[in-house]
């Protein structure tokens, strides 16, 4: 048994990855940078990351410094990258073929300003590009031919910002242009591909009509629009051309084709085509007459002519087939060659090029099989103080989802008294249309001119009040009985009301109350999506409030943008010098001990403490193998994350980047699904 894992999924995985950030309940990214000590074996040489419980599910929080959140800006689809290099055979588009998303059948050029992407639609039966594709109109709905005989279509234009952001030597971004894609045409066709070129085919013949060729019948004239004179050295044989194609090649009418149905010889040599041109060609009007290519499929309309020539071994070869009109709608089809074929016995075998689905253009990222993800996260010195800019680091991880510590809320507009350690969902709420029976002796809502069967169903959370005691509680629909206008919940709270209110209410977030005073509550617990100028509410006690400032561990909000993953400990005095990333103890080193990283005038920071290190001045804070210490105050601040909530998605080891005050680092990593 076979089975294969389509680029689509994959691409469908990175879309949902990218969505997830721009999303209401949207997922949280953030970029983990760690591992200030370095490595046991020395920083000469990277060690390799190993999927352990121990390296993947616990070092990345024992040892990490900060994070980071990534935005829906600092993602990409990334393809791998091909710049276009003159004298390079290129793989053209083919729908048949099995192994074109491991070929360069696309470029990327660039200026001062911008790069820009080509898929190449022809290669010129397999020659070398030599000329640079340089067509920049993102509207155009057709192909760019360059004297080299290749076809390109141009795919996107991206900013040399965006570019050099998620670039590397190795893959680029790519996205859909709106443009592009909204000139796309499913099912067109562009191309139809030489297989083989047999041989013995006539010449195209070309002229210029004069306006004594624009004749109904000879010498009659009348100027209709299907019959034409041809040029005194077309053949002379009756019929030579049936089948054939006139195409207005310059002046009025050009770029029409005709399928020729008639053509009288001898002196008179003048051809009847299927049906009047649009526009009629006059006098200023140029022709080709060619072998006709008609495509059979599903699709509708689409046509050509082919261009016959010699060279050194071969007379008379189909050496390319030129679109007039590229049709639509094609799944399948087959191309067949009619007309000025002299009585041809070695016959070209030709096939139109179907589209991806949508056309050209449609879907860059799909139709160049993107199954990479870029990140690219630039962190700006300190990050306006919220970021460490001591010491180095050797690691960066990816965290999905982690949960916040030391949350204070600050509340107004507050009523009640937050339950020990109860649910707080910070949420948005409307007030359905109505009065309720509140009874707390059973689990039913009755309600009066109320639409609750439109408005709620199983699994939502409402928001019940009584008005007159200002008592309220969250609760979760069990069930919607729309004859009675009823609702059953989980349960009821201890009060009884005959004019309550219900509530729709949107949970946007959560926390753990971890102590409160109001207007003061403290969350352990707390996703980062808490936000000032909503309300928040207590899912047992019923207590509210609106949201009017945010603090993590007393650092003022900074909208969940970072986040400081050391321990920090107050210090009263310090004694002797003490190196980063030395090994500090309380009382024994097997009992309680943790890595220097940095310090300020106030604390020091640690990362990956062992046991307890208690706020004592009494029992300073040891370098292990000197007299230095620090003699510690009152005040103690754990990571700003839960150690182990989250994912950790994906982790990178590094030579040592040492960070300063006035440095950035850009930090790309692609994923491959």
């Given at each position: 048994m076979t089975n294969l894992v389509t680029s689509k999924f994959k691409n469908h995985t990175i879309s949902q990855i990218t969505e997830s950030l721009t999303e209401p309940a949207n997922t949280s990214y953030y970029l983990l940078v760690g591992d200030?000590?370095?490595?046991?074996?020395?920083?000469?040489?990277?060690?390799?990351?190993?999927?352990?419980?121990?390296?993947?599910?616990?070092?990345?929080?024992?040892?990490?410094?900060?994070?980071?959140?990534?935005?829906?800006?600092?993602?990409?689809?990334?393809?791998?990258?091909?710049?276009?290099?003159?004298?390079?055979?290129?793989?053209?588009?083919?729908?048949?073929?099995?192994?074109?998303?491991?070929?360069?059948f696309y470029v990327v050029t660039s200026d001062e300003s911008n790069f820009f992407v080509y898929k190449v639609l022809d290669n010129n039966n397999g020659a070398p590009s030599i000329q640079k594709p340089?067509?920049?109109?993102?509207?155009?709905?057709?192909?760019?031919?360059?004297?080299?005989?290749?076809?390109?279509?141009?795919?996107?234009?991206?900013?040399?910002?965006?570019?050099?952001?998620?670039?590397?030597?190795?893959?680029?971004?790519?996205?859909?242009?709106?443009?592009?894609?909204?000139?796309?045409?499913p099912g067109a066709i562009d191309v139809v591909k030489i297989t083989y070129p047999g041989s013995g085919y006539v010449t195209s013949l070309s002229g210029q009509l004069n306006v004594d060729d624009l004749r109904s019948s000879i010498p009659t004239f009348s100027g209709d629009?299907?019959?034409?004179?041809?040029?005194?050295?077309?053949?002379?044989?009756?019929?030579?051309?049936?089948?054939?194609?006139?195409?207005?090649?310059?002046?009025?009418?050009?770029?029409?084709?005709?399928?020729?149905?008639?053509?009288?010889?001898g002196s008179t040599k003048v051809i009847t085509v299927e049906s009047d041109f649009n526009i009629p060609p006059d006098s200023t009007s140029s022709y080709l007459i060619a072998p006709y290519v008609e495509i059979k499929g599903d699709g509708i309309t689409a046509e050509g002519y082919a261009v016959v020539s010699n060279n050194a071994t071969v007379n008379s070869f189909i050496h390319n087939v030129v679109i007039t009109?590229?049709?639509?709608?094609?799944?399948?089809?087959?191309?067949?060659?009619?007309?000025?074929?002299?009585?041809?016995?070695?016959?070209?075998?030709?096939?139109?090029?179907?589209?991806?689905?949508?056309?050209?253009?449609?879907?860059?990222?799909?139709?160049?099989?993107?199954?990479?993800?870029?990140?690219?996260?630039?962190?700006?010195?300190?990050?306006?103080?919220?970021?460490?800019?001591?010491?180095?680091?050797?690691?960066?991880?990816?965290?999905?989802?982690?949960?916040?510590?030391?949350?204070?809320?600050?509340?107004?507009?507050?009523f009640g008294n937050f339950s020990e350690t109860e649910t707080i969902y910070q949420c948005d709420v409307k007030l359905l249309a109505g009065n309720v029976n509140i009874s707390s002796t059973n689990t039913q809502v009755v309600g009066t001119s109320t639409d609750f069967y439109n408005s709620l169903k199983s699994n939502d959370k409402v928001l019940l009040a009584d008005p007159v005691n200002n008592l309220r509680c969250l609760r979760t629909v069990v069930s919607v009985n729309n004859t009675t206008q009823t609702i059953t919940v989980n349960s009821l709270p201890s009060f009884t009301t005959s004019s309550g209110r219900v509530y729709f209410t949107d949970l946007l977030c959560s926390g753990v109350r971890a102590g409160n005073t109001l207007p003061y509550v403290e969350l352990s617990n707390a996703e980062p999506k808490f936000v000032i100028g909503k309300i928040v509410i207590g899912e047992s006690s019923g207590t509210f409030g609106n949201v009017t400032a945010i603090d993590v561990n007393e650092k003022s909000y900074n909208n969940w943008l970072t986040f400081d993953n050391r321990s920090r400990f107050q210090y009263a005095s310090k004694e002797g010098i003490i190196d980063e990333d030395t090994v500090l103890y309380q009382g024994a080193l097997s009992l309680a001990n943790c890595y220097y990283h940095s310090a300020n005038d106030t604390y020091v920071f640690v990362t990956d403490t062992r046991g307890v290190i208690n706020m004592d001045p009494i029992e300073p804070l040891l370098v292990v193998g000197s007299n230095s210490s620090f003699t510690l105050g009152s005040n103690k601040y754990n990571s700003d994350i839960q150690k182990g909530s989250g994912e950790i998605l994906y982790r990178e080891n590094y030579f040592p980047v040492s960070r300063s005050n006035n440095q950035s680092e850009t930090i790309k990593i692609i994923l491959s699904f």
């Open positions: 200030h000590i370095p490595y046991t074996g020395g920083d000469s040489e990277i060690p390799n990351v190993t999927e352990s419980v121990e390296n993947v599910f616990l070092k990345p929080y024992q040892t990490g410094i900060f994070g980071k959140r990534i935005s829906s800006s600092d993602l990409s689809f990334m393809i791998k990258r091909y710049d276009w290099t003159s004298n390079t055979v290129y793989e053209m588009y083919d729908e048949q073929d099995d192994e074109l998303q491991d070929k360069q340089t067509d920049i109109l993102e509207s155009a709905c057709n192909f760019i031919t360059t004297s080299d005989g290749y076809k390109w279509k141009l795919m996107c234009i991206m900013s040399s910002s965006f570019f050099q952001k998620f670039a590397t030597d190795e893959f680029m971004p790519i996205v859909t242009s709106s443009n592009v894609a909204s000139n796309s045409t629009s299907t019959n034409y004179r041809l040029i005194p050295t077309a053949s002379s044989n009756n019929g030579f051309y049936v089948g054939s194609a006139m195409y207005i090649s310059s002046g009025t009418g050009s770029g029409q084709l005709k399928k020729i149905t008639s053509y009288i010889g009109n590229r049709g639509e709608n094609y799944t399948y089809g087959q191309a067949i060659i009619s007309g000025n074929t002299g009585g041809v016995s070695n016959s070209a075998v030709i096939r139109p090029i179907i589209p991806p689905k949508g056309g050209h253009g449609s879907n860059g990222d799909q139709e160049l099989f993107s199954s990479y993800l870029g990140f690219s996260v630039n962190i700006s010195n300190n990050e306006n103080g919220f970021v460490s800019t001591e010491n180095d680091y050797r690691s960066v991880s990816i965290l999905k989802d982690p949960l916040f510590n030391g949350v204070t809320l600050t509340l107004a507009n507050t």
